[in-house]
């Protein structure tokens, strides 16, 4: 009886710190350091994993062949702290949506920015939210596509170094996000409504 209501309070206490519900959401905005480091911010996201989504390559990397795929984050997040309109309007006002070569100082492919929708309700959300950025910005092309998603690559291995750069390298970081001119960018885009630190 007394193993049986150890179990049973560990058991409960486990489903305690865990989220109920978890839902999980794909977008590129460039350098997946610097996605990483703006989503880990906001409240209500579980975990954010950088990667590579949205090409043909079978095992893209880092230093390898990534052709065809944009550098992109996975964002794990609790829908009853923050909802998927939340995570869109999060994405928005942390990138340049009129970029058609790439995102600030960082040119090419890869460094493209798209919205990786899972179904029908993440297309309709993301594609409105899209068309209400067109209507802020009469007169700009908004680049920014809604794509189907496709398999989500994490970087991995010894590429890990690139998980949580932010943190592991804050000095660096600092110093490429400011070389880059990403914040000077967003806050002539945006505003007030930039939500970086």
Same mark, same amino acid.
């Given at each position: 009886?007394?193993?049986?209501?150890?179990?049973?309070?560990?058991?409960?206490?486990?489903?305690?710190?865990?989220?109920?519900?978890?839902?999980?959401?794909?977008?590129?905005?460039?350098?997946?350091?610097?996605?990483?480091?703006?989503?880990?911010?906001?409240? /209500?996201?579980?975990?954010? #994993?950088?990667?590579?989504?949205?090409?043909?390559?079978? =095992?893209?990397?880092?230093?390898? @062949? $990534?052709? /065809?795929?944009?550098?992109? #984050?996975?964002?794990?997040?609790?829908?009853?702290?923050? =909802?998927?309109?939340?995570?869109? @309007? $999060?994405?928005?006002?942390?990138?340049?949506?009129?970029?058609?070569?790439?995102?600030?100082?960082?040119?090419?492919?890869?460094?493209?920015?798209?919205?990786?929708?899972?179904?029908?309700?993440?297309?309709?959300?993301?594609?409105?939210?899209?068309?209400?950025?067109?209507?802020?910005?009469?007169?700009?092309?908004?680049?920014?596509?809604?794509?189907?998603?496709?398999?989500?690559?994490?970087?991995?291995?010894?590429?890990?170094?690139?998980?949580?750069?932010?943190?592991?390298?804050?000095?660096?970081?600092?110093?490429?996000?400011?070389?880059?001119?990403?914040?000077?960018?967003?806050?002539?885009?945006?505003?007030?409504?930039?939500?970086?630190?």
């Amino acid at each position: 009886m007394k193993n049986l209501l150890v179990t049973t309070g560990i058991a409960l206490l486990i489903s305690i710190a865990q989220p109920v519900f978890s839902a999980t959401a794909i977008l590129a905005g460039g350098c997946f350091w610097c996605m990483e480091s703006d989503f880990e911010k906001l409240t /209500g996201v579980n975990d954010v #994993v950088s990667g590579f989504t949205g090409g043909s390559h079978p =095992d893209p990397t880092y230093r390898g @062949d $990534h052709s /065809g795929h944009y550098e992109a #984050v996975e964002i794990t997040y609790d829908p009853e702290v923050v =909802d998927y309109q939340g995570i869109l @309007d $999060h994405f928005w006002v942390n990138h340049d949506p009129f970029d058609a070569r790439g995102q600030f100082c960082d040119k090419g492919h890869s460094y493209l920015a798209a919205i990786f929708v899972a179904n029908n309700e993440e297309r309709e959300l993301a594609e409105a939210s899209r068309q209400r950025v067109i209507e802020m910005f009469p007169g700009q092309a908004v680049i920014t596509p809604v794509l189907p998603q496709t398999t989500f690559f994490p970087i991995k291995g010894n590429e890990s170094h690139h998980q949580d750069y932010y943190k592991k390298n804050p000095l660096r970081y600092k110093y490429y996000r400011f070389g880059c001119g990403r914040d000077r960018r967003l806050s002539d885009i945006w505003g007030d409504r930039v939500t970086h630190n």
